[in-house]
């Protein structure tokens, strides 16, 4: 003899949505977007760049960097946050040579609690080939 299946508590359903809710507001959080070289380039030129922060280790950095980004190692971000928070900026661009270390940081930022970050689409790599200022 097969028992009539019961439906779940309401309870269950409460639970099951917060947990959902969570998870979508824990992935928008991490996922802020991405900024064009040509928009950040603009934005730069009209005196209205968000923090630029570069990544990649000193030594990349002292070879050319996007002009006006700091510096702080995606190894040495959780320490130095402090530094990001100081900057005043309510916007953040990241960038690293090709994307790896540039997704590192953003995650390691949203985790602190920082939002209004974004990448730079194509990093380093694309800001050098398409010829665009560098310091």
Known sequence: MQHPARAPHPRFWFILLFIALQAVAGAAAA?????????????????????????????????SHVPGAINIPHTELRARMS????????????????????????????????GGVSHLEGDMAAWRKQGLPQE
Request: proline share 3%.
């Open 31 to 63: 996922f802020a977007g991405s900024l064009s070289q040509q928009d950040l380039l603009q934005r730069i030129e009209t005196g209205t760049a968000p923090l630029i922060l570069d990544v990649r280790t000193p030594k990349e950095f002292a070879e």
């Open 83 to 114: 530094e990001v928070r100081a900057s005043g900026k309510n916007e953040i661009v990241v960038y690293c040579e090709s994307g790896r270390r540039a997704a590192i940081a953003q995650d390691l930022l949203s985790q602190a609690g920082i």
